[in-house]
């Protein structure tokens, strides 16, 4: 059966971009001492230590050039990653920051299920109240009125931005 204009265009669309992902870091080979010595002297390099020590995160080690590694060893064994484009303490910061992002996601993913499996449940119990009571009533409604409204809430998105940190495709 033949592919339709729409399904070529998205076959191209995802040829290009991983094409675009197969390619070297553009900023890679310009001269800069090593990222760790730069982060060293960076003011907001504090800042970074701070916010992962909030959230009883480890702090990332950036005393010296070595290459990324996982930290239990599977990721190289099961070569689920190739950390060939990523050298250096440049390229552990910014696989840390890959790594920090899709883990964001994956965390606000499971806190976002258990937040409306709360609200379902909270909606749930309001149903087997009895409604006969005026008074009762009405909280009711105003109770069910709060929970859609969260409800709505938990099904946006939230949008947050950042500096962008790797340069490929030009």
Do not use: C
């Not at 060939?84 to 976002?112: F, H, P, T």
């Not at 950042?162 to 495709?169: A, C, D, F, L, S």
Request: glycine content about 6%; overall charge neutral.
């Amino acid at each position: 059966m033949a592919k339709s204009a729409l399904q070529r265009k998205r076959e191209s669309l995802e040829r290009k971009r991983a094409a675009i992902e197969a390619m070297p870091e553009a900023t890679r080979n310009l001269p800069a001492e090593p990222f760790f010595e730069f982060l060293d002297k960076h003011h907001n390099g504090f800042n970074v230590h701070m916010a992962l020590d909030v959230g009883g995160l480890p702090l990332p080690d950036f005393s010296d050039d070595r290459n990324p590694k996982s930290t239990t060893g599977e990721i190289e064994r099961g070569e689920y990653l190739d950390y060939g484009k990523y050298q250096g303490s440049i390229g552990r910061a910014e696989l840390m920051v890959a790594a920090w992002i899709d883990a964001a996601q994956e965390l606000a993913s499971i806190i976002n299920e258990y937040k409306k499996e709360a609200v379902t449940a909270a909606l749930s119990g309001l149903e087997n109240t009895d409604l006969n009571d005026p008074a009762v009533r009405k909280k009711a409604l105003a109770e069910s009125a709060r929970l859609h409204k969260i409800r709505e809430r938990l099904d946006r998105a939230t949008r947050v931005t950042i500096p962008t940190y790797e340069v490929k495709g030009i």
